[in-house]
């Protein structure tokens, strides 16, 4: 029997999920960032600068960016952990993955891209002093697993990073979701002429975990510390635990 998982509002087969999120990722790669600035008013911008804060890299540190899409969380931690350092770009898109790669060279910073899994990382145990999945992990299917894998590949004291889209402060509720299915999916189709990957982001939101429930599949797999803050009203939350 085929199992089956959501993608969106949707059901479907969790192989088919796979396939048609790489299409909504592979469509949108080339006006990501541009789509991101309009849908969050820049307020993306802030809240990875506050991930990047709380992640408190320092030089020689080895760090792993999963789903890193175009390379904002790369960039700066490759900044911080000096050329003594190695940061990892990784994402299991390929449109997005090049994108990423091409504007961290363009900005002379020749960190190493890698195109894999999250759910089956290719690196050793106890390797990475942090891992960071910005905007990711909702879009994975096995987010368990997922989380098990970033725990396995970090070093004893070393922290996770999960920025995500949130549960919103319950009275901007309904204005929010007005934002969401008319104002989001009209953006999409106007500036990168796709509504339907910007309506599937807006479903993949609400079916996706909210604080507490991502706080305890955090400590499942096995982190301490585990806490969040909310940003925006819970627009978006950061996640952090540590291995230890």
Same mark, same amino acid.
């Given at each position: 029997?085929?199992n ?7 059901t ?12 909504? /990722? ?52 490759a ?19 090049r ?8 900005k002379?910073i ?6 894999c899994?999250?759910?089956?990382l ?20 096995h987010?368990d ?8 590949v ?26 969401? /299915?008319?104002?989001?999916p009209?953006?999409?189709?106007k ?42 009203a ?11």
């Amino acid at each position: 029997m085929t199992n089956t998982t959501h993608f969106g509002y949707e059901t479907v087969a969790e192989e088919e999920k796979v396939h048609k999120v790489a299409e909504v /990722f592979h469509s949108v790669a080339a006006k990501y960032d541009v789509m991101n600035d309009f849908m969050s008013a820049g307020l993306h911008r802030v809240w990875k600068a506050f991930t990047i804060a709380q992640a408190g890299i320092r030089p020689g540190f080895k760090v792993l960016d999963i789903a890193g899409g175009t390379g904002d969380l790369s960039k700066a931690f490759a900044k911080q952990a000096g050329p003594t350092g190695e940061v990892w770009l990784t994402d299991i898109n390929e449109s997005m993955l090049r994108v990423g790669r091409d504007r961290l060279l363009n900005k002379g910073i020749p960190t190493p891209t890698l195109l894999c899994d999250a759910e089956k990382l290719p690196f050793p145990d106890n390797y990475f002093d942090r891992v960071s999945v910005a905007f990711g992990l909702r879009n994975m299917t096995h987010k368990d697993a997922a989380l098990a894998e970033m725990r396995r590949v970090l070093k004893p004291g070393g922290k996770l990073l999960v920025l995500e889209f949130s549960k919103i402060w319950e009275p901007l509720k309904k204005p929010y979701d007005v934002y969401s /299915f008319s104002v989001l999916p009209w953006l999409g189709k106007k500036v990168a002429n796709d509504a339907e990957s910007y309506r599937y982001l807006a479903e993949s939101i609400r079916m996706h975990p909210d604080q507490e429930t991502l706080k305890k599949m955090m400590e499942d797999v096995g982190l301490e510390r585990v806490q969040y803050y909310n940003l925006t009203a819970g627009v978006a939350a950061l996640h952090t635990g540590i291995k230890l």
